[in-house]
C-alpha cells in the first residue's frame, strides 16, 4: 500500500468523524430546543 492510500485513508476517516460528530450535536441542539419551546 503507497503512502498516498494511507494518507488518503485516515483522511476519509476524518471527515467521516466530522460528519458524524456534526450530525450529533445539531441533533442534541435541535432536541433541546424543541424542549424548550
Do not use: D, E
Request: charged share 10%.
Amino acid at each position: 500500500m503507497s503512502s498516498s492510500g494511507i494518507l488518503k485513508s485516515s483522511l476519509a476517516k476524518k471527515y467521516a468523524m466530522a460528519l458524524t460528530g456534526l450530525f450529533l450535536c445539531s441533533f442534541l441542539v435541535g432536541h433541546l430546543l424543541g424542549n424548550l419551546q
